[in-house]
């Protein structure tokens, strides 16, 4: 089964900083897709920054130069383990769940629009 797991959400003021962390278990694949995703009430799940096996990162316009994704993958098998997002000079439009996810490489290449593995979110709130 795979499951993931964010961590680090909370609330900051406008200016500062928050990192989310996301645990991978299970997914057993070399070639990815993984990213963030957040959503706010009544609007639908939007797409922040995504990455792949090889490093290539994608990143929504308003989020450029602000945020950063990462991964860790498992030394021997190269399956991920963990996927952060470093969020810097945060906006209270940055405010909302936010939400991991993992699929096919092809995500990441644009020849697919779902996910297949989400994580149950986490709450970002950014204070004026």
């Known amino acids: 089964q795979v499951h993931l797991v964010e961590s680090g959400g909370g609330s900051a003021q406008a200016g500062g900083s928050l990192r989310l962390s996301c645990a991978v278990s299970?997914?057993?694949?070399?070639?990815?897709?993984t990213g963030w995703f957040r959503q706010v009430p009544g609007k639908g799940r939007e797409e922040v920054a995504i990455i792949d096996e090889k490093g290539r990162a994608k990143y929504t316009h308003s989020v450029q130069g602000r945020f950063t994704i990462s991964q860790d993958t498992a030394k021997n098998t190269r399956y991920l383990q963990t996927v952060s997002l470093q969020m810097n000079s945060l906006k209270p439009e940055d405010s909302g769940t936010y939400y991991c996810?993992?699929?096919?490489?092809?995500?990441?290449?644009?020849?697919?629009?779902?996910?297949?593995?989400w994580g149950t979110g986490t709450l970002v709130t950014i204070s004026s």
């Open positions: 996810a993992v699929g096919p490489s092809m995500y990441c290449s644009g020849d697919r629009d779902v996910m297949d593995y």
């Open positions: 299970g997914y057993t694949y070399q070639l990815y897709c």
